[in-house]
């Protein structure tokens, strides 16, 4: 019993910490793609 309750903590954690890091993801993929198509953009 104390190694699930263990287990559901630690699980918690790291999806709460998975969310962030993949949020931090998209936000890097967008700003990314965001800039490609200004340089595009400028370069035409």
């Known amino acids: 019993?104390?190694?699930k309750?263990?287990?559901h903590d630690s699980?918690?954690?790291g999806?709460?910490?998975?969310g962030?890091?993949?949020m931090l993801r998209q936000?890097?993929?967008r700003l990314y793609i965001i800039?490609?198509?200004v340089v595009m953009l400028l370069s035409s």
């Open 11 to 13: 699980k918690h954690k």
């Open 1 to 3: 019993m104390e190694y």
């Open 27 to 29: 936000h890097k993929a």
């Open 20 to 22: 962030l890091s993949r």
């Open 5 to 7: 309750v263990k287990s």
């Open 35 to 37: 800039r490609r198509c």
């Open 15 to 18: 999806s709460v910490g998975g």
